[in-house]
Structures are given as C-alpha cells and as structure tokens.
C-alpha cells in the first residue's frame, strides 16, 4: 500500500511539473523567435578563436528554441579583456550576447594587472569546444631543436599585446621566469597570424602558448614539412600528437612549482569557453547550454569541423564553471607566485 502511494505520489509531481517545464520551453522560444543572437569573438579576424566562433554561429542556431539568427562579430583588445569587460558590464543581460577568448582571461583577475573588471564566477559558461593544448616551438632556421637547448642560447620570441594578458605573452615570459628560458619576448602582434608571418620573415625565431587546434589548422603545412618545431607541451595533460616534445610538468623541480605551473599552464583545460552575461535569465542560460551540447553531437556541424581541421573535445558550461572554481581555490601564496611569474619586465 505504501508503495503504491509513493509511486502515486510521484507521477503526480510528475504530472503538476510538467506544465511549468512546457511553460519555460514556450517562454524561452518566444523569447529568441525572430531575434539576433550575437557571438564575440575577443580577437582578430583569422584566428582560432574567430574559426570557432564563426562555427558554432553556423549551426547552434537550429537548436536553440525559437532559432534565432546567430551572428558573428569581433571586438578586439587586450586578448580577448575588452571583450571580456564588455559582457559583464554593459552587454544586454537577455541572453542575446555571447562572448569567447582566451583561456587566460578568466583568470585575470587574480593574476592580471586590474584590466579585467570582472567577476569571473558571475558568468554564465555555456561550454568549450576544445580543450586547448600550447605549444612553445620554433622556426626551422632558429637553429635550435630541443627545449633544453633554450637555457644558453637566447631567442626571440613573438607575442600579442602589450602587457601580459594572453597565452602569447604570458607562456614566454612565465617559462622565462621560473625555468630561467633565454627568450627575448618581442609583443605588440596582434595574434599568431601576424607571429607566424614574423617567423617566416626572420623577425622572431619562436612562438610559447600557440594553441595545438591553430597548428593542426593554420600552421599545418608548416607543422608537417618541420618548418615549426615543437619543442614543449603546455597543457594540464600531454597530448600524443605533440611527442616528442616534453610536458611542462616535467620540468617542474618541486610540487610547489608544479602547482604554480599548473595554475598558469593547466588552466589551459578552459580552452576557448564561451559565455553569455551575468543576469542572463536561468531558463534561457539552460536553453543556450543544451543547443550548445547538441551542437557538438550535431552531424552537420561535425562535418565542418571536419573540413576546417578544427579540434573538438568539449566541455559543457557546468563542467567550465566547475573547472574554473578548481583554479580560484588556489593557495594564496601560489596565486602570488604565479602572478609574479607571468609579469612582464619593467
């Protein structure tokens, strides 16, 4: 009898939540009919971050509920930090604005220099395509074949920026700082398009934090004929593609260190997220998380992803949030080591 009051019990909560969920489905496509959605791509036109940008625009539109027109747009500055203050501060928070950068730029607050006015718990992570892997490498004419090679002879090497935001300033001058790397970083590239026209010109010799999607995609011709050689992984795990090269964690001399080098480098697993704006209704955050899941699944996006050689090892918006909560509970006295570390000469 018991039993079968329970199960009563049930189908009739059952019963009473269905028409609420139906309600937040109609609300949520009502919402987005006829609307625009637009992603934001923190960086230059041609780069990784713009190719995925500009995929997931083709396509998470038909699963979104109401498919709303998606369109693609850049805002550049400061890696991906514009961009990134842009959509906590003053992007409408309906869910129409989504922005993707650097995995770097979450962090900012903590290891940056105060350019990002952000909170980055407050965002609404909808998910990453990739989990990005770095590569620290060199142009064939450097003259240098391993990693190791680095601590008696110095280089040049090419970033963006003008300070330390972005995984193409802060990877060199973090492996300059704690393993003591002979690399002259040379900023003011505008991203690794640019860097990678400076190393065929002779302008710099090297390249640290280089995304392993942007070299099997941009850089794979120069990649497979060995006129870019890898010479460090830069990741929280190895990745097989890139061996022989060591991991950075490999050259870790303490745990300590390996905790600061993973802070710095193992934040790396946030890949390219993407994420919409604080205050962003739940119901629609839901609706935007799970058309960006069956994005990933969807046979007509795998198929382009396929044909522009983009890699694809996503991580949905609660896994990013997640993620990210495991790096801000990092010690004190190795967030301040790893702020010291990633700070550029004056």
């Known amino acids: 009898m018991l039993r079968t009051l329970l199960r009563r019990f049930a189908l009739l909560s059952l019963v009473q939540a269905m028409p609420l969920a139906y309600a937040q489905a109609d609300e949520v496509a009502d919402f987005y009919r006829g609307r625009n959605i637009n992603i934001v791509a923190g ?22 509920p109401g498919n709303p027109t998606v369109v693609s747009q850049n805002m550049v500055g400061a890696v991906g930090i514009v961009a990134a203050n842009w959509l906590y501060n003053l992007a409408p928070k309906d869910g129409t604005s989504i922005v993707i950068f650097a995995h770097t730029v979450p962090l900012e607050p903590i290891l940056g220099q105060g350019a990002g006015k952000f909170d980055p718990r407050r965002f609404n992570w909808i998910g990453n395509m990739d989990e990005s892997v770095g590569v620290c490498g060199v142009w064939h004419t450097a003259g240098v074949n391993a990693f190791a090679e680095l601590q008696n002879r110095e280089i040049l090497v090419g970033a963006s920026g003008s300070g330390a935001a972005g ?61 870019f050689i890898p010479l460090l992984q830069l990741s929280r795990t190895p990745h097989t593609d890139l061996a022989p090269a060591p991991h950075i964690f490999d050259l870790a001399r303490n745990a300590d260190e390996r905790q600061v080098l993973d802070l ?62 495991q790096f801000l509970a990092a010690p004190p006295a190795i967030v301040e080591r790893a702020r010291a570390a990633i700070k550029p000469a004056p």
Request: a positive charge.
């Open 264 to 325: 710095i480098f193992g934040v790396q697993a946030m890949g390219r997220p993407f994420a919409a704006a604080p205050g962003t209704p739940p119901e629609r955050t839901a609706a935007l998380r799970s058309a960006f899941m069956a994005t990933m699944r969807d046979p007509a996006f795998l198929a382009e992803a396929t044909k522009i050689n983009l890699d694809l090892k996503p991580l949905s918006g609660e896994q990013l949030a997640t993620l990210l909560e």
């Open 167 to 227: 995984p193409l300033s802060v990877s060199p001058i973090a492996l300059k700082n704690i393993l003591g790397a002979r690399l002259k970083v040379i900023q003011g590239y505008k991203g690794s398009t640019e860097i990678k026209l400076a190393l065929a010109r002779g302008e710099v010799q090297g390249i640290c934090g280089l995304p392993l999607s942007t070299l099997k995609a941009e850089w794979k011709d120069h990649w497979e004929k060995r006129e």
């Open 43 to 64: 960086h230059e036109v041609g780069t990784g971050f713009d190719f995925y940008g500009r995929a997931l625009a083709r396509h998470i539109g038909r699963h979104i």
